[in-house]
């Protein structure tokens, strides 16, 4: 027996949904559309003698000419602070120039918890200005294959 696209609709506009079942259904949603709550993206690059760690998330990485933006993690084994405020992560959005070996920040949220979970103590829209990349582990991950696709 063949259903119409019409009578399909009527069916499933019969069902009904509870508050709580949408309210699960959209935490889920933003869950996986936030790159800081979705921690299996985040891919490690490197690990210090202190703890303290350099995740990048892979799948947010965009490719344009010779500029590389994606979502980074620092996560921090001791809790870093300035004046009233304490985090224990930073999750950041970067444009890496490959060829030339710099890069800056254009957002940043800094967590009161580890790998950016818990309450953004703050977060900036940033325009930075272009710093050298002094970290060869995290080019490396970064802008690795640039050349071979040129």
Known sequence: MKQSCFQLTSVLGSISFNK???LIFAFFLLMF???TFAATRWALIQQQGNGDRV???HKSKLRVGNMITLWMLEDYRNAQ????R???SVAS???F???GRVFRRIHTSHYNGSMGFGQIVRARLLNSKWKPVTNGKLFAAICEGFKKDQ
């Open 20 to 22: 709580s079942t949408l």
């Open 33 to 35: 559309e936030n790159p």
């Open 55 to 57: 995740f990048i998330d």
């Open 81 to 84: 602070q300035d004046y009233t």
């Open 86 to 88: 304490r985090w224990y």
């Open 93 to 95: 959005k970067n444009i």
């Open 97 to 99: 120039d490959c060829p």
